[in-house]
């Protein structure tokens, strides 16, 4: 094991390997990352994988919107086929409030040049064949959102990562970081004692442990989300079809398999990774409601994962006002994955000390103090 490092990044899901391309890529060239398990074993092997630009804020569509410029040329730049398909998200309104709502999310959108647009139920039923459009007032549509494969991903980075001389340690725990007169002075391991002035705590749902270990508070917590998975068939349907109101969201995914989770309301805050029947009846139950064709079909997978969250569901993203070189990448709740190459490009060059594409000053842990929360209409929970 290495014994010092410009940058010790704790976490090696999608983040913390993103993270450090770009970092590499900026030209740093001592980079670490220390991953307790193996790549993907996060949030980030058990997600969706959605990508999706239609939001309610500027800052998080401008963050969607940048993340799928990055995505559409990641297997071309990164030497490896994340499998980015391009399949679009149909976003199922349950009231006309609602879809006034949306009416707003896609002018802010389309001024931001992304291609979205409401539907009538005529037209959300031309989308996707399958779905019941009784009682639906509308939906909102966007063509160029999509999915990848998430593993792949991760993968994709890390590799390329390394090949700009990354070092990655896996199965190799963050035990602890020294501080001295408010700053960085090393992380220690599971492996040894590594120096360092910076580092990034992206470790997913044990974003608050990590704090912990510098002396600060990080007001995340985790909670458990299933998802399930039913045998393949044949092609039926292209975007993710996904509502606010449930919090479902469904789409199929190669080779051809119904891929759906919802969250619970009443799900405790825990790292708890179990999968409970309850969810698989709440879940069938729901999916039937739009896509009543599935009945007969099986469910051969289930699984869960966690979701990194902030009080306002939205992600902490910087270094800490009063920790001088501890940077955070956390809290990312349900929308980790769609927006996590151009975050990772803003982190990298704020540890480069240099202008970031998209300022994301507002997402800064002191936030939650000053009482600055960023209301975000279109979440899911
Ligand atoms: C069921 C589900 C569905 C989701 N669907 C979507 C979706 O459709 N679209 C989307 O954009 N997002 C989705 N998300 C969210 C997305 O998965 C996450 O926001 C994203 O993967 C977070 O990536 P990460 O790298 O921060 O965390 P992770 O992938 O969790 O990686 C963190 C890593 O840190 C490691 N670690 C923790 N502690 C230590 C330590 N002390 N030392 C060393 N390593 C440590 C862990 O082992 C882990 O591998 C979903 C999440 C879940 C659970």
Same mark, same amino acid.
């Given at each position: 094991?290495?014994?010092?490092?410009?940058?010790?990044?704790i976490?090696?899901g999608?983040?913390?390997?993103?993270?450090?391309?770009?970092?590499?890529?900026?030209?740093?060239?001592?980079?670490?990352?220390?991953e307790?398990?193996?790549p993907?074993?996060?949030?980030?092997?058990?997600?969706?994988?959605?990508?999706?630009?239609?939001?309610?804020?500027?800052?998080?569509?401008r963050?969607?919107?940048?993340?799928?410029?990055?995505?559409?040329?990641?297997?071309?730049?990164?030497?490896?086929d994340?499998?980015?398909?391009?399949?679009?998200?149909?976003v199922?309104?349950?009231?006309?409030?609602?879809?006034?709502?949306?009416?707003?999310?896609v002018?802010?959108?389309?001024?931001?040049?992304?291609?979205?647009?409401?539907?009538?139920?005529?037209?959300?039923?031309?989308?996707?064949?399958?779905?019941?459009?009784?009682?639906?007032?509308?939906?909102?549509?966007?063509?160029?959102?999509?999915?990848?494969?998430?593993?792949k991903?991760?993968?994709?980075?890390?590799?390329?990562?390394?090949?700009?001389?990354?070092?990655?340690?896996?199965?190799?725990?963050?035990?602890?970081? +020294?501080?001295?007169? %408010?700053r960085v002075?090393? $992380?220690?391991? !599971?492996?040894?004692?590594i120096?360092? #002035?910076?580092? *990034?705590?992206?470790a997913?749902?044990?974003?608050?442990?990590?704090?912990?270990?510098?002396?600060?508070?990080?007001?995340?917590?985790?909670?458990?989300?299933?998802?399930?998975?039913?045998?393949?068939?044949?092609?039926?349907?292209?975007?993710?079809?996904?509502s606010?109101?449930?919090?479902?969201?469904?789409?199929?995914?190669?080779?051809?398999?119904?891929?759906?989770?919802?969250?619970?309301?009443?799900?405790?805050?825990?790292?708890?990774?179990?999968?409970?029947?309850?969810?698989l009846?709440?879940?069938?139950?729901e999916?039937?409601?739009?896509?009543?064709?599935?009945?007969?079909?099986?469910v051969?997978?289930?699984?869960?994962?966690?979701y990194?969250?902030?009080?306002?569901?939205?992600?902490?993203?910087?270094?800490? +006002?009063k920790?001088? %070189?501890?940077?955070?990448? $956390?809290?990312? !709740?349900?929308?980790?994955f769609m927006? #996590?190459?151009? *975050?990772?490009?803003?982190?990298?060059?704020?540890l480069?000390?240099?202008?970031?594409?998209?300022?994301?000053?507002?997402l800064?842990?002191e936030?939650?103090?000053?009482?600055?929360?960023?209301?975000?209409?279109?979440?899911?929970?």
């Open positions: 094991m290495v014994k010092g490092a410009e940058v010790v990044i976490g090696g999608i983040i913390g390997s993103s993270i450090a391309y770009y970092l590499a890529k900026e030209g740093c060239e001592d980079v670490v990352i220390l307790r398990e193996y993907s074993w996060g949030a980030t092997g058990r997600c969706g994988a959605g990508i999706r630009q239609q939001w309610g804020t500027e800052m998080n569509c963050l969607a919107k940048g993340s799928v410029d990055l995505f559409k040329d990641l297997s071309a730049e990164l030497d490896y994340i499998e980015f398909a391009q399949g679009g998200y149909l199922l309104a349950t009231s006309q409030t609602q879809l006034e709502q949306y009416r707003r999310n002018s802010l959108q389309n001024s931001l040049g992304i291609p979205s647009k409401i539907v009538t139920p005529q037209e959300a039923k031309e989308i996707v064949p399958i779905l019941r459009t009784d009682g639906l007032p509308g939906a909102a549509y966007c063509p160029t959102d999509g999915h990848a494969n998430p593993f991903t991760n993968l994709a980075y890390l590799r390329a990562a390394q090949r700009l001389g990354v070092s990655f340690y896996k199965f190799t725990e963050a035990k602890g970081i +020294e501080m001295k007169g %408010g002075r090393g $992380v220690l391991t !599971s492996q040894g004692r120096e360092t #002035a910076r580092v *990034v705590n992206a997913g749902g044990y974003s608050a442990q990590i704090g912990k270990m510098a002396g600060l508070e990080i007001p995340t917590y985790s909670e458990r989300h299933q998802i399930m998975v039913t045998e393949p068939l044949d092609h039926l349907f292209d975007p993710m079809v996904i606010f109101t449930s919090g479902l969201y469904c789409q199929q995914v190669p080779p051809g398999s119904i891929l759906m989770g919802m969250g619970d309301p009443d799900e405790p805050h825990s790292h708890d990774l179990s999968s409970s029947w309850q969810f009846q709440k879940m069938a139950r999916a039937l409601k739009i896509l009543p064709i599935l009945r007969d079909i099986r051969v997978r289930q699984w869960a994962g966690l990194n969250k902030t009080p306002d569901a939205q992600p902490i993203l910087g270094q800490a +006002e920790l001088e %070189g501890f940077y955070m990448a $956390v809290g990312f !709740s349900g929308h980790g927006i #996590a190459p151009m *975050v990772s490009l803003i982190l990298a060059r704020l480069m000390g240099r202008e970031p594409p998209i300022s994301v000053e507002r800064s842990l936030r939650f103090e000053r009482g600055e929360l960023v209301i975000e209409p279109s979440v899911v929970g």
